[in-house]
């Protein structure tokens, strides 16, 4: 039984989308594991009027729907409901008395995670009242803060963000969910790289030729128009995820297995990005938007529901990378992210330096390549030469692979659930540190900017296609090509 862990979490937006189809299972996992026995509760709270039981029964449906079983009534006493409206500071006070009362009944200790499954609008106000209020305890272990995504929307409104939440809250007591950190394969990287001197004795620019970071994705913007085109696919997609999966190809090994140090070595490479000029980003990047398929049977981004017809959005992004440091100098990171591709998949492809052929034929060697896939199923690929079979002493490039068994699959937490144990086991190690977001926004707000100022021919690419031609023109310029053509 793996040791109990101790706490009160409030859900801000507990009625919502992300909180019935991810949080409640994630936490009726944790309680099926047995990280959560019984001295925990949690606390739902919005605008809408509900009974403590009625709010049981929604989270029991939530379960059921999400996960095809019954919850059991012993994990389903620790809920509670309180409703508030999170713009008013006299709402707090009734939540604070639920939350002093629910942490005497099950003796939580005083230990606090507040998460804000709320529109990002709201994420300054309520930390501002948590403490304010008084929300947070004074006696306990812990007050944590659990963020959801977009973190701004540019450098300037991240830091104002920032600047809220640290009025309230320490570095340290927030956890900023990005979900892709919360993915098996993408932890898989630090193991990979860590765990295997042939790999961690390489990763630098003596070895490694270029690392290409792709985010591939087969739907369009489907109905979410109204948010997406205002952030694309650099905003939705680049500045995030991407981001924060490069962070952990980047970083240096960290001085030992914590998040403090994890966080300092990838701080210390997003801090050496170079943040491009509007002549830079026109070199080393590319935006795209999709238009209908070949078949003219899906609609091009200009056709789609609710997207202006002389919309400049991107649903492409390409672009290189560069780092200023020891390690990384001279060695290119691309990366790429789109909708309507030609597949969905998450992966990254390490392509190593090759040496002379000194073999019998003239051809230069393939180049090794560790690909890590992480959707749509985790494998590691790792491509190197051997022989052919002919007498000549022909080489032939071969692939080893490790593909996620059915077993672990069953095993392995959803992104959530990781998560939501990681907050409450006080271990920020998969979550994105301020540091980062800034430099990210910092980085993404130049490209923008050059955007914002150009005009760009739209659609530039078919709908189940890899992307705009300019992308492999982009590598083919640096003599380099996409290990992963879809
Ligand atoms: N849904 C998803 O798949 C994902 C969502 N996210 C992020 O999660 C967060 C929540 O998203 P989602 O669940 O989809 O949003 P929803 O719109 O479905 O839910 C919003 C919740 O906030 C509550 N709320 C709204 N206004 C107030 C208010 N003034 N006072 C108190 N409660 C309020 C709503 O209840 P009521 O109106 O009754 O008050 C509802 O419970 C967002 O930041 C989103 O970006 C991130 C990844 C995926
Ligand atoms: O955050 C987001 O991610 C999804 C893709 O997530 P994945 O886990 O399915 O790869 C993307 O579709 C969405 O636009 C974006 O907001």
């Known amino acids: 039984m793996p040791k109990e862990i101790t706490t009160l979490v409030t859900f801000f937006g507990a009625t919502g989308d992300l909180a019935k189809r991810k949080l409640f299972p994630s936490v009726y996992n944790l309680y099926k594991k047995g990280f959560l026995q019984e001295h925990f509760a949690i606390i739902g709270t919005s605008r809408q009027e ?16 999400f996960m095809q079983e019954d919850a059991d009534a012993d994990f389903i006493r620790h809920f509670d409901y309180e409703k508030a409206d999170i713009t008013v500071a006299a709402d707090y006070a009734p939540l604070k008395a639920k939350i002093e009362k629910l942490d005497q009944e099950f003796a939580l200790n005083g230990n606090r995670i507040f998460y804000m499954s709320i529109a990002p609008r709201f994420f300054g106000t309520v930390a501002k009242y948590l403490k304010s209020e008084e929300l947070l305890s004074t006696n306990g272990e812990f007050n944590r803060l659990m963020i959801e995504k977009p973190f701004g929307v540019s450098f300037e409104t991240a830091e104002k ?26 932890q898989n990287i630090a193991t990979l790289r860590f765990g295997n001197p042939i790999f961690n004795n390489a990763w630098n620019k003596d070895y490694i030729d270029n690392i290409q970071v792709t985010l591939s994705e087969t739907l369009g913007v489907e109905d979410r128009a109204g948010y997406y085109d205002t952030a694309g696919a650099l905003r939705d997609m680049i500045q995030n995820h991407t981001m924060q999966v490069v962070g952990w190809l980047a970083m240096d090994e960290p001085t030992e297995w914590t998040d403090t140090a994890i966080r300092e070595a990838k701080n210390k490479a997003f801090n050496a990005l170079k943040i491009y000029t509007p002549e830079e980003v026109a070199e080393n990047f590319v935006r795209g938007q999709y238009g209908p398929d070949a078949a003219n049977t899906q609609n091009g981004y200009l056709q789609e529901k609710d997207v202006p017809a002389d919309s400049q959005n991107n649903t492409y992004v390409a672009g ?16 790429r992210s789109g909708k309507r591709l ?38 590691i690929e790792y491509s190197i030469i051997a022989k052919d079979t002919t007498p000549e002493f022909k080489t032939r490039p071969i692939t080893l692979e490790w593909k996620v068994s059915a077993d672990d699959k069953a095993q392995t937490p959803e992104p959530y659930e990781r998560m939501i144990h990681d907050t409450m086991d006080g271990n920020g190690s998969n979550f994105a540190d301020w540091n980062g977001v800034a430099v990210a926004w910092k980085f993404v707000d130049a490209i923008q900017s050059a955007w914002d100022a150009t005009h760009q021919e739209f659609p530039n690419y078919v709908s189940g296609s890899m992307g705009p031609v300019a992308a492999d023109e982009l590598l083919a310029r640096d003599g380099h090509k996409w290990v992963y053509e879809g």
Do not use: C
Request: hydrophobic share 40%.
């Open 342 to 379: 030609a597949a969905k998949t998450t992966r990254i492809d390490v392509v190593f330096k090759q040496d002379a052929n000194i073999f019998n034929n003239t051809q230069p060697l393939e180049k090794n390549v560790l690909s890590i896939i992480v959707d749509p199923e985790g494998k």
């Open 50 to 65: 509900m009974t403590t039981e009625e709010f049981q029964t929604f989270v029991s449906d939530s379960i059921k729907e």
């Open 320 to 335: 290189k990378l560069e780092f200023a440091t020891d390690r990384w100098n001279g060695v290119p990171f691309y990366i």
């Open 161 to 186: 963000l920032q600047n809220e939440l640290s009025d309230a809250f320490s570095e340290d007591q927030v956890y900023r969910i990005d979900h892709y950190l919360g993915k098996e394969m993408v």
